[in-house]
């Protein structure tokens, strides 16, 4: 008998539910609704975190960089991830 993991995600920022049957380590990503549309991780069902958006604060010249500079996810627990938006990269040639 072959037995279906089940993973049930919550988003403490918005209603969205999901259930995923992956049986690896996996986190589930989703376009957030509370977070102005930023794709963010949902949770596993019941577990209470804090999902943060942090604005950039810092000043990057001519690089295209969006307002938001990372997400955390904050445990009751004291352990956090933090996804990062990385700067992109652009080149610029000149015709000889």
Do not use: Q
């Amino acid at each position: 008998m072959i037995v279906t993991p089940v993973h049930r995600w919550s988003c403490p920022n918005c209603p969205l539910e999901d259930i995923t049957h992956e049986a690896r380590p996996h986190t589930r990503y989703h376009i957030c609704a509370g977070l102005m549309g930023l794709t963010a991780p949902m949770v596993p069902a019941g577990t209470k975190v804090k999902v943060t958006a942090h604005e950039r604060e810092d000043y990057l010249n001519e690089e295209m960089v969006g307002p938001i500079m990372s997400i955390t996810t904050e445990r009751e627990d004291g352990s956090n991830d933090t996804m990062v938006f990385a700067p992109t990269a652009v080149a610029k040639a000149k015709e000889l």
